[in-house]
């Protein structure tokens, strides 16, 4: 499993590689294929303090994650896909 805390919240708790990488997809930061995915989700939750508006900008995008974690239903965000389509119909 991985834990991903960030500020001492929550912004990430389930399994690794697929279960993360599609968690992630799904909120609207897919992780590039050509970067390693431990390097980007760091990246991800960290709040950059170079400058004021970089600490701003990743301040924001913090709360939006830690926000999502908290208040979503994990298991329809994880298995949700846009890519396959409804074969139910």
């Known amino acids: ?3 991903l805390l960030s ?3 929550l912004v990430y708790y389930g ?18 294929v050509d970067m390693n995915p431990a390097d980007y989700f ?3 939750i960290t709040v950059d303090t170079s400058s004021e508006e970089l600490e701003k ?5 913090l709360q939006l994650l830690t926000s999502a974690y908290s208040s979503a239903d994990k298991e329809a965000l994880i298995n ?4 396959n ?3 139910s119909k």
């Open 85 to 87: 389509p409804d074969t």
């Open 1 to 3: 499993h991985v834990m």
């Open 15 to 32: 399994e690794s590689r697929a279960t993360i990488l599609r968690y992630f997809d799904n909120l609207s930061f897919p992780c590039p």
């Open 80 to 83: 949700y896909s846009p890519r």
């Open 42 to 44: 760091l990246d991800l």
């Open 57 to 61: 900008e990743s301040a924001k995008r």
């Open 7 to 9: 500020k001492g919240k």
